[in-house]
Structure formats: structure tokens, C-alpha cells
């Protein structure tokens, strides 16, 4: 069976083109038109490839790498080994980031899965949908009646596009999504599985049985927004559920109706919000994160994984556990939890928690 390459290099790049990039000086003595023809980790980089170092977990890895060029931060940038060009930079990760983006362009977004351009046989538009130049639709995709799409937006196999939702330009639906009540700007990266605007969660409860109550409110998403496989978005309510531009989303995440969240946040795999919380700008939820109903997450405020937030969290603050708490409180409860557990375990014999012995 032939090895299938997924991604195929773009281009190569020469040592001074890598530099204009990253924004910094070759060392003294540098070829630069010496060419890097790829990327890859520190442990397999040849002659050819760059590679990045910005983390003492991989002192050896570095030592004995291949790369032809590294992007290192200035701690590590002696410790090159022979044979590696050390390009000296601040942000080594964020650097080499923009130079996969020139080797790889088609890794930044979900593309056609039928490697086609235009409107594919197979694809399903409305009569009344409006595309704009260079749309592209794969085979058994649906555009719903009013709907409308900007160019350079691709809809993959299956994604279901409803009526009258609204897709900016340079946007990317992945295989298999699903958008309904939504206006959704440019740039915006849709990845596979993804829900948009289905109902919200919304009922009247009583003793008698449960009312359902109609969820008329929209989703909008702002530009530069990117949601991860099979995350799930309700559309609001009473009130819109908005996500700011360039906020990004993991996997699996499910926000729920008339929840807002601001501009550059950043919300981990499987984090849960329930309706009509507000998240600022620029707050970061770790992985499995639960944040209760009508809560609000000041800007700039950080939430450990796993953390179960009850109540409102101040503008920077970091918090974590269960109940969410300052961190600062949650670590020193942690550690006394600890002392008190020891203390008990010395108290009793230190022996078989069980009561049996040796």
C-alpha cells in the first residue's frame, strides 16, 4: 500500500526568506540561500527541515538534532549542536507557526473533500441561494433557500447550510456540519460535525410535564472565529448567542442559548456552557470546564480544567476546582487536604487503609 501524502510541501523556502518571516537577522556567516525544503520535530528533522525548540522537556531531543535550521529561544540558542543554524527569536512556537502556514497552506482549514472547485454534481442549491465567485460546494452538500455565501468559502461533503443563514468570505464548513439561524463572518473555520443553531435547551418545568418554549433568537459569529469537530452551538433564545472575533473553540464544546462570549477567548475540549453566560474578552476555559447558568467571566480571567464555576469570576482573576474558587485558595485547600490525609495515615499505623497487615 502506497504511503498517502496528506499534505504536501507548497514550496521551500530559503534562510533569508525564513528570516523576513520570523522578522530577525541571520547569524554572521550564514548562507542565505541556503534552502529548506520542509518541517519537523526536533527527534526526526533532516538536513533539509526546520524545526522549533522552545522548552527545557526537550534538551536532549535538541542536542542531537539534524534540523538544518532551528527557531530557538535565546536561553537554548548555545546549546545548538553542530551542523543546526540557530535562528534566535522570542516566540520560537508562534514563529514556526507562521512558517508551516507558507509549507502547508492547506493544513490551515478544511478543504474540498472531493479535491474540486465549484459547485460539484452532486451538491444541492437552492435556487434562491446567492454564491458569490469562487464558492466552492463538494458533492451531497445542501444550500438552503435565501441562504447566502461570500467567495472563497468552501462547504464540504454533507454540510448543510439553511435557509437564509448568512456565510462570509474566505470561510471553511467542514464535512458533515450543520448551520441554521446563523450569520457568520469572514475567516471563520467550521470543523466537521459542528451544530450551529439548533434549538436551545429551553424549557418551562412544572410538576405537570414540561413546555417547551420556542428558541427564535440567532447565532452570530464574528470574524476569525475557528470551532472544533462535533462542538455545539444553540442559537439564542430571548436574545442572540454571539461568539467575538477571533475566539477559538476545541472539540467537542456545547454552548448553550443567549451565552456571549468576547473577542480572542479560548475554550478547551469538552467545556460546557449553559445558557445566557457571558464570557469577556480574552478568558480561557481549561478542558471540562462547567459553568453554570446567567454567570458572567470577567476579561482576562483563566479557568483550570476541569473546574465547576457557580458563581461570577472577577476581570484577570484564576480560578479553579470544584466549586471554582481563587487559585491561590484551591492550592492551599488542595495542600491541606494532603497534610490532613498524611496526619491521619500516621495517626492510624501507616498500615493497610483496609486494616490488613503484611
Keep these: 500500500m502506497a504511503d498517502p501524502d496528506f499534505f504536501p510541501v507548497a514550496t521551500s523556502l530559503d534562510f533569508s526568506e525564513i528570516a523576513a518571516?520570523?522578522?530577525?537577522?541571520?547569524?554572521?556567516?550564514?548562507?542565505?540561500?541556503r534552502r529548506i525544503v520542509s518541517a519537523a520535530a526536533l527527534e526526526t528533522a533532516g538536513a533539509g527541515d526546520i524545526a522549533y525548540m522552545d522548552n527545557p522537556k526537550y534538551t536532549a531531543a535538541f542536542a542531537a538534532t539534524g534540523a538544518g535550521l532551528c527557531l530557538v529561544s535565546p536561553r537554548f540558542a548555545a546549546r545548538a549542536p553542530a551542523g543546526t543554524v540557530a535562528l534566535v527569536t522570542a516566540a520560537p512556537y508562534h514563529a514556526f507557526a507562521r512558517v508551516l502556514a507558507r509549507f502547508f497552506p492547506q493544513a490551515l482549514r478544511p478543504q474540498s473533500m472531493f479535491g474540486a472547485q465549484g459547485v460539484a454534481p452532486g451538491a444541492f442549491v437552492h435556487a434562491t441561494a446567492t454564491l458569490e465567485a469562487d464558492v466552492t460546494v463538494d458533492p451531497g452538500a445542501v444550500i438552503g433557500p435565501g441562504a447566502e455565501i461570500g467567495s472563497g468559502t468552501i462547504v464540504a461533503s454533507h454540510a448543510v447550510i439553511g435557509p437564509q443563514v448568512r456565510i462570509g468570505r474566505d470561510c471553511a464548513v467542514g464535512a458533515g456540519a450543520t448551520i441554521q439561524s446563523a450569520l457568520i463572518g469572514n475567516r471563520v473555520i467550521i470543523h466537521p460535525g459542528v451544530r450551529i443553531g439548533q434549538d436551545g435547551f429551553g424549557f418551562a418545568m412544572s410538576p405537570r410535564g414540561h413546555l417547551k418554549v420556542p428558541q427564535t433568537g440567532r447565532v452570530i459569529i464574528q470574524d476569525d472565529v475557528e470551532i472544533g469537530a462535533n462542538a455545539c452551538i444553540d442559537r439564542g433564545a430571548s436574545r442572540d448567542t454571539v461568539i467575538?472575533?477571533?475566539?477559538?473553540?476545541?472539540?467537542?464544546?456545547?454552548?448553550g442559548h443567549n451565552v456571549v462570549i468576547g473577542r480572542h477567548c479560548v475554550i478547551v475540549s469538552q467545556v460546557g456552557i449553559a445558557g445566557s453566560s457571558t464570557l469577556e474578552d480574552f478568558v480561557v476555559l481549561g478542558g471540562?470546564?462547567?459553568?453554570?447558568?446567567?454567570?458572567?467571566?470577567?476579561?482576562?480571567?483563566?479557568?483550570?480544567?476541569?473546574?465547576?464555576?457557580?458563581?461570577?469570576?472577577?476581570?484577570?482573576?484564576?480560578?479553579?476546582?470544584?466549586?471554582?474558587?481563587?487559585?491561590?485558595?484551591?492550592?492551599?485547600?488542595?495542600a491541606l487536604l494532603k497534610q490532613l490525609v498524611a496526619r491521619r495515615g500516621k495517626a492510624s499505623g501507616g498500615g493497610d487503609p483496609s486494616g490488613g497487615g503484611a
Design 21 to 33: 518571516i520570523v522578522g530577525v537577522e541571520l547569524p554572521s556567516g550564514v548562507d542565505p540561500a
Design 244 to 255: 467575538g472575533e477571533g475566539t477559538k473553540i476545541d472539540n467537542l464544546v456545547q454552548i
Design 288 to 334: 471540562q470546564v462547567g459553568l453554570a447558568g446567567h454567570l458572567t467571566v470577567g476579561m482576562g480571567a483563566q479557568v483550570a480544567a476541569q473546574s465547576g464555576v457557580a458563581g461570577d469570576i472577577p476581570r484577570g482573576a484564576r480560578f479553579g476546582g470544584y466549586p471554582a474558587q481563587p487559585a491561590l485558595s484551591w492550592a492551599r485547600e488542595s
